[in-house]
């Protein structure tokens, strides 16, 4: 069951009518339970009772912390001074073990599944041990990492580590339950917090039509950003990239330009699909995706693209490694380690890691650069000049999209070979034929301008929204919901392919 499906509609159908017809927040909340375990059992049946073991070795960590505190606080009035301080002492280290028990258990659980093939391999390769390299394709070929697993894992850390600094534990099952297995946003998020959702689900109402027409219309410009364009791209890029070696250097320049928009406009799609879930079910989930590829330099652009997962690393791990506050060099050092945490996040291959290790360079070098203007005043208003805007955003697409090369054949024989072919190198005959007349029937200029209309188009959607600040009325928006699903239905390619996020 896909979200852009006939299926996944009647099944959010099904579900609205059910969780709104009870009054109870107790049958509503077993109410979603159900349909997100009945949700990932359409797509991989075979993990659900792991889900549900992880789920509750999460509560039972999360109250073992909490209890600790509350502990700590009922003892006071009966222990002296120094007493108590050797026992909250005591109770502090409890907690803090208790703590690091989770994050390395969601950590194996994580490795187990999605680097075990690769860990071994890369030893295997490293010291040229045959059997160990065929047990890394062994388990390769074997295992198949449970959807989502990635997103899971760093929602349980959090939801922890959130416990272990003050926030409550939650003492009910059902609700974290409900929480953790959400299906909108289970198997590529967003990544949430307990709290935020918990709050929703005390004060929530029917939604009124203003929100309904919100969910609908973010679910059909979910389908409109996959359906009629991301997987039209998706056909351009996987000819492109799949027969490479037959490919020009423009053509490799014009399929990494393609693949940075698809990816943005098939996640995206994805995240606005599961926010307009969540509105009809009356939750507001926290937007991934801030225009970012309006981003004039690395630091912005990493806090408008998958925001969630930014404000996660943020929080829990750049600011805790002491962030900003301890020098420069420090500092850098804390970039580089959180961009080669993310990289190593979205996939087990070297390609994801040189892709972190150079978003960690550009966005030191961008640090510097900074510093450097701070103590010019003159280099500071050139940066903030027109000229100077312009290349700082020309400079910071080139290198997103360049690293994207890395994102999309995270093998590096693959990934080095179209880096060292990106100048100099002409197309086969035949590459032009094959893959633009016949396959999408445009001349690469032609599809070269489609692709600029497209972000010209971009650019406008932005100015109104960021600029201007204007948006369409709920009535404009319920009105244009059936023109664009009527148009995913008619125009979208057949076979479309999953969503590129579920591989992470």
């Known amino acids: 069951?896909?979200?852009?499906?006939?299926?996944?509609?009647?099944?959010?159908?099904?579900?609205?009518?059910?969780?709104?017809?009870?009054?109870?927040?107790?049958?509503?909340?077993?109410?979603?339970?159900?349909?997100?375990?009945?949700?990932?059992?359409?797509?991989?049946?075979?993990?659900?009772?792991?889900?549900?073991?992880?789920?509750?070795?999460?509560?039972?960590?999360?109250?073992?912390?909490?209890?600790?505190?509350?502990?700590?606080?009922?003892?006071?009035?009966?222990?002296?001074?120094?007493?108590?301080?050797?026992?909250?002492?005591?109770?502090?280290?409890?907690?803090?073990?208790?703590?690091?028990?989770?994050?390395?258990?969601?950590?194996?659980?994580?490795?187990?599944?999605?680097?075990?093939?690769?860990?071994?391999?890369?030893?295997?390769?490293?010291?040229?041990?045959?059997?160990?390299?065929?047990?890394?394709?062994?388990?390769?070929?074997?295992?198949?990492?449970?959807?989502?697993?990635?997103?899971?894992?760093?929602?349980?850390?959090?939801?922890?580590?959130?416990?272990?600094?003050?926030?409550?534990?939650?003492?009910?099952?059902?609700?974290?339950?409900?929480?953790?297995?959400?299906?909108?946003?289970?198997?590529?998020?967003?990544?949430?917090?307990?709290?935020?959702?918990?709050?929703?689900?005390?004060?929530?109402?029917?939604?009124?039509?203003?929100?309904?027409?919100?969910?609908?219309?973010?679910?059909?410009?979910?389908?409109?950003?996959?359906?009629l364009i991301a997987d039209r791209l998706n056909i351009f890029v996987n000819l492109s990239f799949d027969n490479m070696q037959r490919a020009g250097s423009g053509d490799l320049w014009l399929a990494t330009f393609a693949y940075g928009l698809q990816l943005y406009l098939d996640f995206s799609g994805y995240v606005d699909i599961v926010r307009g879930s969540a509105i009809l079910l009356g939750f507001d989930l926290p937007e991934n995706f801030d225009f970012p590829y309006f981003s004039a330099n690395i630091a912005t652009f990493w806090r408008r693209w998958h925001m969630t997962l930014g404000d996660w690393l943020r929080n829990y791990l750049y600011f805790p490694l002491g962030g900003s506050r301890k020098g420069l060099l420090r500092t850098c050092v804390n970039l580089m380690i959180i961009m080669l945490i993310a990289g190593i996040w979205h996939g087990a291959a070297w390609g994801f890691v040189v892709w972190g290790a150079l978003h960690g360079l550009a966005l030191v070098l961008h640090r510097l650069t900074d510093t450097q203007s701070a103590q010019f005043p003159w280099l500071k208003s050139w940066w903030q000049s027109w000229p100077g805007v312009a290349l700082a955003w020309l400079l910071t697409q080139v290198t997103v999209f360049t690293c994207w090369i890395f994102f999309r054949l995270p093998n590096l024989k693959d990934s080095g070979w179209v880096i060292a072919h990106l100048w100099g190198h002409q197309a086969d005959a035949q590459f032009v034929q094959k893959v633009y007349v016949d396959s999408i029937g445009l001349e690469p200029l032609q599809l070269a301008i489609v692709l600029w209309v497209l972000v010209a188009l971009m650019a406008v959607a932005y100015a109104v929204n960021q600029g201007l600040k204007l948006q369409l009325s709920w009535t404009m928006k319920i009105m244009l919901v059936p023109l664009c699903l009527y148009a995913v239905w008619l125009l979208s390619p057949d076979g479309s392919p999953p969503y590129i996020y579920f591989d992470f």
Do not use: H
């Not at 549900?52 to 222990?79: K, R, T």
């Not at 040229?128 to 047990?135: E, G, Q």
């Not at 939650?170 to 709050?199: C, D, M, N, V, W």
């Open 1 to 227: 069951m896909t979200l852009l499906s006939i299926t996944y509609a009647l099944f959010l159908l099904s579900v609205l009518g059910i969780y709104w017809s009870f009054a109870r927040q107790e049958l509503r909340l077993w109410t979603l339970l159900i349909a997100s375990l009945v949700f990932y059992a359409s797509l991989q049946v075979a993990y659900v009772p792991l889900m549900l073991i992880v789920v509750v070795i999460n509560y039972w960590l999360g109250l073992a912390i909490g209890e600790s505190a509350s502990l700590s606080q009922q003892a006071v009035a009966s222990l002296s001074e120094e007493d108590w301080q050797f026992a909250q002492q005591d109770w502090n280290q409890r907690r803090l073990k208790t703590l690091w028990v989770g994050i390395i258990l969601n950590i194996l659980l994580l490795i187990s599944f999605k680097y075990v093939p690769f860990l071994l391999g890369t030893v295997g390769t490293w010291f040229n041990l045959a059997d160990v390299k065929s047990s890394a394709s062994w388990v390769s070929a074997s295992l198949v990492a449970p959807l989502g697993l990635s997103f899971f894992c760093f929602e349980c850390i959090a939801y922890l580590i959130d416990v272990y600094r003050g926030a409550p534990a939650t003492r009910e099952f059902l609700p974290f339950a409900a929480y953790k297995l959400f299906f909108p946003k289970l198997i590529s998020g967003p990544i949430t917090r307990y709290q935020p959702f918990l709050t929703q689900l005390q004060t929530q109402t029917f939604p009124k039509p203003e929100r309904i027409s919100e969910g609908l219309w973010l679910i059909a410009c979910g389908a409109v950003k996959k359906g």
